[in-house]
C-alpha cells in the first residue's frame, strides 16, 4: 500500500474529530467484543452438538465457523481502519480489483 496524505483537522474543528474518534474507537471495542462473545458460543453450540453423534455434521462446522468468527474478531486490521479519519474506501482490501 502507497504512503497516503492523512487529511489535517483544522484547528476550530479538532473538538469534534476528537469526538467522532472517541465514538469510533468505543464502536470499535464493541464490536469486537460482540463478535468474540458471538463466536464463543458458536463454539459452545457447535461442541454440545459434536458430542451428540447425529449432531456432528452441524456441530462440527459451526464450531469452526465459531473460532474463525473469533480470529477474525480478534486480529483482523479492517475493523480498526474502517472508522478512522483520512482513510477512503481504495485503502480496504476488499475494494481492490484483483482481476
Not at 462473545?37 to 452441524?58: E, N, R, S
Request: proline letters at 5%.
Amino acid at each position: 500500500m502507497a504512503e497516503k496524505d492523512v487529511k489535517k483537522v483544522p484547528w476550530f474543528l479538532w473538538p469534534f474529530a476528537a469526538v467522532w474518534e472517541l465514538l469510533a474507537f468505543i464502536l470499535n471495542i464493541t464490536g469486537r467484543l460482540l463478535g468474540i462473545l458471538l463466536a464463543v458460543g458458536l463454539m459452545a453450540i457447535g461442541v454440545a452438538l459434536t458430542m451428540m453423534v447425529v449432531g456432528a455434521p452441524i456441530g462440527i462446522p459451526l464450531a469452526i465457523l465459531g473460532f474463525l468468527l473469533m480470529i477474525r474478531s480478534h486480529y483482523c486490521p479492517v475493523i480498526s481502519r474502517i472508522t478512522t479519519i483520512g482513510y477512503e474506501i481504495e485503502d480496504f482490501y476488499f475494494a481492490k480489483d484483483f482481476s
